[in-house]
């Protein structure tokens, strides 16, 4: 009987308690496991490090040179709308076609007292019209050329196309333009037309050639 409960007694009892074996393989996991998150929390550190790090180089390399090329661009464009405001390109605008023949020269050729002058302005043409009720009237036009040689092609092709008759001693070179007008002249990018209607077509031809001869040295 009491074989048997010993035997009862012992027989649980060894059944609760662990191994030497088991405890330190338990110990030896524990372990690994503090060294594996100790591992994945340095990697974690690093990531986190070398993220803003990597962000920063990159601004860091674009913002320099990214300023410098902009300004280089810049200021070629800033010299050249300053070359093109210093250097405006020629136009009626610059001259008054009014102040070649005068009010008071026009009523001289027409023999009474004259309204304002029609001043008519384009880019390439300059107008000054002198008339009365009865269409008598004193007209200049002022052609403007980009350059002497544009002018000098443009008053070669009047020639050649309507055989005008040259003249002689007024300007660089002129021509008869009746019946369209009465005398055009040449100066330098210059083409001066003047048209004198008043009655007598010889008379008003000959005063055409005065009042071009005093125009053309007006001009700029």
Request: aromatic share 4%.
């Amino acid at each position: 009987m009491r074989t048997t409960r010993i035997a009862d007694t012992s027989g649980p009892s060894k059944g609760r308690r662990l191994p030497v074996s088991a405890l330190g393989a338990l110990l030896l996991l524990a372990l690994a496991g503090l060294l594996l998150l100790a591992a994945c929390g340095g990697d974690d550190d690093e990531e986190s490090t070398a993220t803003p790090s990597g962000t920063q180089a990159a601004v860091a390399t674009q913002t320099p040179s990214g300023t410098p090329a902009a300004e280089e661009t810049e200021s070629p464009a800033a010299e050249a709308t300053e070359t093109a405001e210093s250097t405006p390109e020629p136009s009626a605008g610059e001259l008054d076609p009014c102040a070649l023949v005068t009010k008071e020269e026009a009523e001289a050729i027409v023999g009474e007292s004259l309204d304002d002058p029609l001043v008519t302005i384009t880019e390439l043409l300059a107008s000054c019209l002198y008339s009365t009720p009865d269409f008598e009237s004193v007209n200049v036009d002022v052609l403007i050329y980009d350059s002497e040689d544009n002018a000098e092609g443009g008053f070669e092709l009047a020639l050649d196309i309507n055989d005008y008759p040259e003249i002689e001693g007024i300007g660089d070179r002129a021509y008869d333009s009746r019946p369209i007008g009465d005398i055009t002249v040449l100066k330098g990018k210059y083409e001066l037309s003047v048209d004198v209607s008043v009655g007598d077509g010889e008379v008003d031809f000959e005063t055409a050639k005065d009042v071009a001869a005093k125009a053309v040295d007006r001009l700029p």
